[in-house]
């Protein structure tokens, strides 16, 4: 005798939930932006450096996404530098340098 439990309520919220298509809508916000998601549409590797808050982040992961789910990419790598290491490699080699 096999008894199957029914499912609860909330499963069939969360199956009814995972069936609905993912849209990002990234708007640019000034022309440095849309150039930004201009050269992710048109260009594989794509690198972006700037000031802090200008919306690197948001316009790349947004774009990305959007181009991901439409299937144009099978794969996705975001990566940043860290400053902190790239200022320590240069105190590092002017100390080598002095001895």
């Given at each position: 005798m096999s008894s199957k439990r029914p499912?609860?309520?909330y499963a069939k919220k969360a199956e009814a939930s995972s069936r609905k298509e993912l849209k990002f809508n990234i708007l640019p916000k000034n022309k440095k932006q849309d150039l930004l998601?201009?050269?992710i549409k048109t260009h594989?590797?794509?690198v972006t450096i700037g000031c802090a808050g200008t919306g690197?982040?948001?316009c790349?992961?947004?774009t990305v996404a959007t181009l991901f789910l439409k299937g144009r990419y099978k794969k996705i790598?975001?990566?940043r530098a860290t400053c902190q290491q790239?200022?320590?490699l240069g105190v590092f080699l002017a100390i080598s340098k002095r001895r």
């Open positions: 499912k609860s309520r998601i201009t050269a594989p590797i794509t690197k982040t948001y790349s992961a947004g790598v975001l990566t790239v200022n320590l």
